[in-house]
């Protein structure tokens, strides 16, 4: 017998979490509907050359990589950017800029599985080509706000408070050209980008440790890493560190420009972070960057990262797509959910309606009523086995459905339907010909 068993940092999705991740899957593809964005998808597997040296060196090492049966070498996407890029570079002519899109999909990334990471996991992306002004970066901000804002409000309220962290690379280099460290700048974004996961101490050192580098210059890096919180309060703060340099005031005017207008596109202010210690750390981004964190897990790390990136599709085309976006971390944001909500239909919710089967002399009576019942707007189960209607409640009611619809020998012969609300055993009997238009009317009372 073979053993049945999963590879580490892969996973199967039993039905409650499947039925989690497609609540949340739905609520971003309505978000994104609303702004205009449009869906794309593109091939599991690229050519190596197309992914590797764009995350960066970690991230290379992380890439699943391979010699396919027809001896080409080639690699499992790492992410949802890359491709989009060598997709846009592709399909520019036929599309038009400026191109929006999401992307919905599974990728993979060989690093150390541990909570909400995983080494095959569902991206959520949308992105904008073809665009360099400040409107697309601000309604990026908009769209991550608004798509943190509807998982809250319609599937887990447990989110409903999070921070929008920002900052942009303009900043970061801007610094290290008053330090004379503009060389070094890969480097040294890098390790501040460890700064949650490792602490200062950890990363002074290695900034130290680097050629040109000084522990004046260290010293200053991490008080600048430091500034975070109110927008208009860390802005002013950090222009006298900028003192010198055109290319980080710039950025700072640019990211201060992008906070006003998302705050004038509907974005709470409180929730609009300014954190100059984000650096990201794939190497494409060239802006403004993006990290989000739920209030009441900051532990579980950023659930929704972006940001500008200019040059990426460069490598691909002459022609300039620069580009700024975002991903929704589903997985890791669904770690976060399997805590606080059972997964599956809501508990006892109105819309979930099962169709016991007393005897298979009642299956037309019951595939009939269910197809009435789907056709107003229901989510409809019929039992696919006759028991006794005990078994068949007792099944129901540990699975959240809000009624059972009873069709027996009784209810047939008198041209009826029982339905039994399954969280307060309340049981009504109506005619048969009203027993949509009452289904409905309980519904609605109850949403």
Not at 423 to 433: G, I, L, N, S, Y
Request: aromatic share 8%; net charge negative; with cysteine.
């Amino acid at each position: 017998m073979i053993k049945p068993q999963t590879l580490r940092g892969f996973r199967d999705f039993l039905p409650p979490a499947a039925a989690l991740r497609e609540r949340v899957t739905d609520v971003a593809k309505a978000t994104f509907h609303r702004y205009g964005i449009e869906p794309i998808d593109t091939p599991a597997l690229e050519y190596a050359e197309i992914l590797l040296g764009k995350g960066g060196d970690e991230t290379d090492k992380q890439t699943f990589r391979f010699t396919d049966q027809g001896g080409r070498d080639v690699a499992m996407r790492f992410d949802l950017t890359v491709p989009f890029a060598r997709f846009a570079a592709q399909h520019v002519g036929s599309l038009g800029t400026p191109f929006r899109r999401y992307h919905i999909a599974p990728v993979w990334r060989g690093e150390r599985p541990q909570k909400g990471r995983y080494r095959e996991f569902v991206q959520c992306d949308f992105d904008t080509i073809g665009a360099t002004g400040i409107a697309a970066d601000a309604e990026t901000v908009c769209v991550i706000h608004d798509l943190l804002s509807a998982i809250s409000e319609q599937v887990e309220p447990s989110c409903g408070e999070f921070t929008i962290r920002l900052n942009h690379r303009g900043v970061l280099n801007g610094l290290l050209e008053t330090l004379g460290l503009r060389e070094r700048a890969t480097d040294v974004l890098r390790a501040l980008d460890k700064l949650p996961k490792v602490g200062a101490d950890a990363v002074r050192a290695e900034l130290i440790a680097l050629p040109d580098a000084s522990e004046q210059a260290a010293a200053k890096l991490l008080e600048f890493a430091a500034l975070s919180g109110d927008a208009a309060e860390t802005f002013a703060a950090a222009r006298p560190l900028l003192e010198g340099s055109e290319t980080g005031l710039a950025a700072l005017d640019r990211l201060a420009e992008v906070v006003r207008l998302a705050v004038a596109g509907g974005c709470q202010p409180a929730r609009l972070v300014a954190d100059l210690s984000i650096a990201r750390g794939l190497d494409y981004y060239t802006g403004v960057i993006f990290e989000t964190f739920l209030t009441d897990d900051p532990k579980l790390g950023s659930v929704c990262s972006g940001g500008r990136y200019d040059d990426l599709a460069g490598l691909y085309t002459k022609q300039s797509l620069p580009g700024v976006g975002a991903s929704l971390g589903v997985d890791r944001l669904l770690a976060h959910l399997e805590e606080k909500a059972e997964g599956g239909p809501r508990p006892n919710d109105p819309s979930a309606v099962f169709v016991p089967l007393m005897s298979e002399e009642r299956l037309p009576d019951v595939f009939a009523l269910a197809s009435e019942l789907r056709g107003r707007g229901f989510r409809v189960t019929v039992a696919p086995e006759p028991r006794g209607l005990g078994k068949h409640l007792k099944w129901a009611t540990g699975r959240g459905f809000g009624t059972a619809a009873i069709v027996g020998d009784e209810e047939a012969a008198a041209g009826t339907v029982a339905f039994k609300n399954l969280a307060e055993r309340e049981q009504w009997t109506v005619p048969r010909d009203q027993a949509a238009d009452r289904l409905v009317e309980w519904r609605n009372a109850r949403t």
